[in-house]
């Protein structure tokens, strides 16, 4: 047991997938693995362990932002030896040809800062996924004719931006999607020497203001999810 992940020991699995919303990480436990059952309840960010085809794996709620990632992502594997974590959460599509629905393969992770800065200090530190796992996504989603791209995103340390000018530059430099998370965690990973990567889906836009809703995103999720758990196991 941990300050913030009351499970005891050996109830984590060496992979865990991480979305944002505990919730999800209810939602995700009961619909893909076999024989889930809830092993921490701390603070409400939910975290379940079961089995997906034989495989162990557990899904644990990361909260928003990387700071609170951050807290998790230490805990889980410092603590709790976990070996593949992997990212499954929602973005924004930041380039015209990334459409909602679409899966976003988090190549590397560009920030203006992270909770590792303060380790990193004057070190422009460039986070990046494991490429074993990345590859293995891309190659799952093809198989599954998922549309997919793979690339740079951008992870903001604010939900509520007002800088239109930074924005204009992560287009103009080609980064796909923006979310919270993702630069973290494959700092962190990197850190202590395992695999990493974050897989997408574009549930709005930024240049179009188009937006998925409730029933379109649990749909459109489902890939990611598959997709994620394939790789881990490739």
Request: aromatic share 6%; glycine share 8%; charged share 20%.
């Amino acid at each position: 047991m941990t300050i913030h992940i009351g499970a005891a020991k050996g109830d984590i699995a060496e992979t865990v997938l991480m979305p944002g919303d505990p919730l999800r990480a209810k939602w995700v436990a009961e619909t893909f693995l076999t024989d889930a059952r809830e092993v921490n309840a701390v603070r409400g960010m939910l975290g379940y362990t079961g089995t997906w085809k034989g495989h162990r794996v557990s899904v644990q709620g990361s909260g928003m932002g990387m700071a609170s990632l951050s807290i998790y992502t230490n805990e889980l594997i410092r603590d709790y030896g976990a070996k593949t974590l992997i990212r499954i959460g929602s973005c924004g599509g930041m380039q015209p040809h990334v459409a909602l629905r679409d899966v976003v393969l988090a190549m590397t992770a560009t920030s203006v800062c992270t909770p590792s800065s303060t380790i990193l200090r004057e070190l422009n530190y460039a986070p990046c996924a494991d490429f074993g796992l990345l590859r293995d996504a891309a190659a799952k989603a093809d198989a599954m004719d998922v549309p997919t791209h793979v690339g740079g995103i951008y992870s903001s340390d604010t939900f509520y931006d007002e800088r239109p000018d930074l924005n204009d530059q992560m287009v103009r430099h080609g980064i796909l999607a923006v979310e919270m998370e993702a630069a973290e965690l494959y700092t962190v990973a990197a850190r202590f020497g395992v695999r990493a990567l974050a897989v997408l889906t574009v549930s709005d836009h930024l240049q179009t203001g188009e937006a998925m809703d409730s029933s379109a995103r649990e749909s459109s999720f489902s890939d990611m999810i598959e997709i994620a758990l394939t790789a881990a196991f490739a």
